[in-house]
């Protein structure tokens, strides 16, 4: 079978950790031998590449194409206007892949599905881009494309209609299914197939070893994710007040790193308070494996990776119950559920997690439960029945 993955949701050689999740579950449907995959990938146009411009620059930096992990990834540029750009992203994403998908069907690559993420803009470009060349679409929620944009009147038609001209409804969590059927897409349209973790990258450390190296000799706690307000840092920030005795690692980086770091000068923490910026994944398991809990504070979240990560590092989390979180956080060995969303409660579910501390490596066989496998076998039943159909 012959897929055609098209999302804005893709790492590129600017951006390596931008839609790590779609990369990797394509990866390990691809390694099945059952599957080849090209990817588009759109970026935002951009004329510029000087550093003053920020991420804007990035955009600018990233090749029209480039291969990763062997798949092939084309990089066409969409227009994305300030302000008014959201409204009419889904048409400015399907203009811009035309040529490059009609140039792929002319070269022999006359895939059989559309594999879209994320249901909006990129999940309506696809299904129009499945009308036009006569191809079936399969979208991916993914989280806030569910559990957010559906609010507002306009993406809401717009991801409504894109649910039902395509063929096939991935969720990645059966929080978001159950969101999807109340929202009125059949249910028979739509199957859960949860985000796995790769057990060989993240898997148990010489902990000892790593925390001295790290210089770590308190309770540490790690948290990871963009430095964005939806991720909730400054919530575990006012929450390590409470727990004098216990130091916070903070990786990633994002547009609230100088508030964060002002504000942790503010709540006289500072000094126990170390932003790691964004990290490789195989640096960010050192710090998986040396840390004492992972913690996450998101408001939203369809399904945590970063959770998984840490679990089959052996290390267990504390975690706010959102979406798909309880999904993941489901048992003693794997963590503590925030009761909500306080810096109160946060601090109550690490001192909970504390008192009873689970073993690592049944944090770990734990999450030994949550490999690819099932999920591409679960994409393989659906494109194949599709393209049958």
């Known amino acids: 079978m012959q897929l055609l993955t098209f999302s804005t ?18 990866r390990h449907l691809v390694a099945s031998s059952k599957v080849t995959a090209r990817v588009v990938a759109p970026v935002p146009w951009f004329p510029f590449t000087h550093e003053r411009f920020g991420a804007y620059a990035g955009f600018a930096k990233v090749p029209e194409r480039e291969t990763r992990f062997g798949l092939p990834v ?18 400015m994403l399907a203009h811009a892949a035309k040529p490059c998908i009609a140039r792929m069907i002319d070269e022999g690559y006359d895939f059989n599905v559309i594999d879209a993420h994320y249901f909006y803009p990129d999940g309506v470009a696809a299904t129009k881009l499945g009308k036009y060349f006569n191809k079936p679409v399969v979208i991916t929620a993914r989280g806030s494309d569910i559990t957010l944009l559906p609010q507002f ?57 790593a925390r001295q190296a790290l210089g770590l000799t308190q309770f540490t ?13 400054e919530l575990i920030l006012r929450a390590l007040v409470l727990l004098p005795e216990m130091r916070l690692l903070i990786a990633g980086d994002g547009m609230l790193r100088h508030t964060l770091e002002r504000m942790a000068i503010e709540l006289k923490i500072a000094d126990r308070v170390q932003f790691l910026g964004a990290l490789k994944q195989d640096k960010l ?9 992972m913690v996450l504070a998101s408001e939203r979240e369809g399904w945590a990776n970063v959770l998984l990560e840490a679990m089959a590092c052996g290390t267990p989390v504390v975690a706010s119950k959102v979406w798909g979180t ?31 501390y689970p073993d690592r490596a049944a944090t770990r066989r734990y999450a030994e439960n949550f490999s690819w496998e099932a999920t591409t076998d679960g994409q393989l039943t659906l494109f194949n ?3 049958h159909r």
């Open 153 to 209: 009147t306009r993406p809401r038609k717009k991801i409504l209609q894109a649910a039902s001209d395509a063929s096939g409804i991935i969720t990645v969590c059966n929080a978001l299914k159950d969101e999807l059927m109340r929202l009125g897409v059949p249910a028979q349209k739509i199957v859960s197939l949860r985000n796995g973790v790769d057990l060989n990258l993240f898997q148990p450390i010489e902990r000892d070893v």
């Open 285 to 293: 398991r050192t710090y998986y494996g040396a840390a004492d809990a």
């Open 74 to 91: 084309e990089h066409p540029r969409y227009f994305l206007p300030p302000k008014v750009g959201m409204h009419i992203a889904p048409d």
């Open 221 to 233: 706690l790690l948290t990871v994710g963009h430095l964005v307000p939806v991720k909730g840092h």
């Open 385 to 387: 029945g599709i393209v």
């Open 326 to 356: 309880p999904e993941v956080v489901a048992a003693p060995e794997a963590g503590v559920l925030m009761s909500e969303r306080t810096p109160e409660a946060l601090a109550q579910a690490v001192r909970l997690l504390q008192d009873q």
């Open 9 to 26: 949701l893709f790492p590129n050689s600017e951006r390596p950790g931008h839609g790590i999740f779609v990369e990797t579950r394509l």
